[in-house]
């Protein structure tokens, strides 16, 4: 009798033990409930506190989105055997740069050169546009070299560029001086546009087709400020290309394009740059590349004495880039056409008109870069005399701060 009441005790404790576990955990359970109520009351009074503070008409905030700005210094050291004076001043390319206008920012003297500081600002303006301003510091003004906004939004592949800028016709034209593989411009492009290339005031289109290739088409029109081709500055310079790439297998890769400026000299005559360019690249490894580029420009220009002239030239270029600290390569560049009046020079060569450029380059770190250039010039006359000139230089590149990756 006595054993089945402490069975009958025991089976009471534990169902009284059962009943107290289930009581705790439902007691838990009901504070972990007000725990969160409290929580999310807390949050939606902070939104609320929030919206009666900040227009919600857009979830855009301006203060996300500081600008990328970079400072870019180029700087040369220069051996040259023609001097300062007659280099600047004496020196011409019949047909193309008449003496004394042969311009030359960057690398003019013997000795030491700092050829320019450039501030670069980039920012997304808002979901609609980018802003982007490049700034030429001098010690004694300061120069716009481009501002722009982009379009980032627009459908069926279109984009806008408005501001001042550089016009993406042919391959070099839009690049900056410290993106060249070589220290010195190309020559075809320093004869007929000088060495800001087309950049002026304007509004470009671009439309990039739905296609598994890339295919692009642009048109701009521009100011035509450009001097050695143009002139007009009335608003009335057109350009237009179309440019495309493939990928040959895994590694090779081709570019190209065909370009066309159109507008008119200060004397309202017509003036027509056309181009066509190729690049090709093959990725030898990871950080190894064979990039070959060439491009040629011809250009008609109407005259005062109702001729026209006819005149154009070529760059081509082999750069190799062993890994990413060294790359070295070889320019050949060549005036080949040149239907003009050259009387004034009787009895002076102005055929093959030419140049080769060799260069080293070691960059230690993306950001910096020193490079070794030679070159053998037999394009220019100094003082009424054809005359050979041999340059090697030495140059140094640096950017500072937040600067984006350029297209090669």
């Not at 007000?34 to 929030?50: A, D, G, I, P």
């Not at 890769?253 to 360019?277: C, M, Q, W």
């Not at 950001?367 to 090697?392: A, C, E, F, H, Q």
């Given at each position: 009798m006595q054993k089945k009441l402490r069975l009958l005790s025991l089976i009471a404790c534990t169902s009284l033990l059962a009943d107290s576990d289930m009581e705790a955990l439902k007691l838990e359970l009901q504070q972990q409930?007000?725990?969160?109520?409290?929580?999310?009351?807390?949050?939606?009074?902070?939104?609320?506190?929030?919206?009666?503070?900040?227009n919600t008409s857009a979830s855009f905030s301006q203060k996300a989105y500081l600008p990328d700005i970079a400072l870019i210094l180029n700087m040369s050291a220069v051996a040259r055997d023609v001097s300062n004076s007659d280099y600047a001043t004496q020196s011409e390319i019949p047909g193309f740069i008449p003496k004394?206008?042969?311009?030359?920012?960057?690398?003019?003297?013997?000795?030491?050169?700092?050829?320019?500081?450039?501030?670069?600002?980039?920012?997304?303006?808002d979901p609609y546009f980018e802003a982007f301003a490049?700034?030429?510091?001098?010690?004694?003004?300061?120069?716009?070299?481009?501002?722009?906004?982009?379009?980032?939004?627009?459908?069926?592949?279109?984009?806008?560029?408005?501001?001042?800028?550089?016009?993406?016709?042919?391959r070099l034209n839009s690049k900056h001086q410290h993106t060249w593989s070589f220290d010195e411009q190309a020559l075809i492009y320093k004869s007929l546009f000088g060495p800001d290339a087309i950049s002026d005031p304007g509004v470009?289109?671009?439309?990039?087709?739905?296609?598994?290739?890339?295919?692009?088409?642009?048109?701009?029109?521009?100011?035509?400020?450009?001097?050695?081709?143009?002139?007009?500055?009335n608003g009335n310079l057109v350009v237009g290309y179309l440019k495309s790439s493939i990928d040959v297998g895994d590694n090779l890769?081709?570019?190209?394009?065909?370009?066309?400026?159109?507008?008119?000299?200060?004397?309202?005559?017509?003036?027509?740059?056309?181009?066509?360019?190729l690049t090709m690249r093959n990725q030898l490894g990871s950080y190894s590349a064979l990039v070959w580029q060439s491009e040629y420009l011809q250009r008609d220009k109407e005259t005062n004495t109702n001729t026209t002239d006819l005149q154009g030239g070529l760059y081509t270029q082999l750069i190799y880039q062993y890994n990413n600290n060294y790359s070295t390569g070889i320019r050949y560049d060549a005036l080949t056409k040149n239907d003009t009046n050259l009387s004034a020079y009787k009895g002076v060569n102005t055929d093959n008109l030419d140049r080769v450029t060799a260069m080293?380059?070691?960059?230690?770190?993306?950001?910096?870069?020193?490079?070794?250039?030679?070159?053998?010039?037999?394009?220019?006359?100094?003082?009424?005399?054809?005359?050979?000139?041999?340059?090697?230089?030495?140059?140094l590149n640096v950017a500072t701060g937040a600067h984006g990756a350029h297209s090669y």
């Open positions: 409930k007000e725990t969160t109520q409290k929580l999310l009351s807390r949050v939606n009074s902070l939104e609320s506190t929030q919206q009666g503070s900040v004394g206008t042969i311009n030359l920012p960057f690398n003019a003297n013997r000795g030491f050169n700092l050829n320019y500081a450039e501030l670069a600002i980039h920012s997304v303006v490049f700034l030429h510091l001098h010690p004694e003004n300061l120069e716009i070299g481009e501002a722009f906004v982009t379009t980032t939004s627009m459908p069926y592949g279109l984009r806008i560029k408005a501001g001042k800028f550089k016009s993406a016709f042919g470009q289109l671009q439309w990039v087709a739905p296609t598994d290739t890339y295919i692009m088409v642009g048109i701009e029109g521009l100011q035509g400020t450009n001097q050695r081709s143009f002139g007009s500055n890769s081709i570019l190209g394009g065909v370009s066309v400026a159109h507008g008119k000299t200060a004397d309202a005559k017509n003036s027509n740059v056309y181009g066509v360019d080293l380059e070691y960059k230690p770190f993306p950001m910096s870069r020193l490079r070794l250039n030679y070159s053998y010039d037999r394009s220019k006359i100094i003082n009424n005399k054809r005359r050979d000139i041999n340059t090697v230089m030495l140059t």
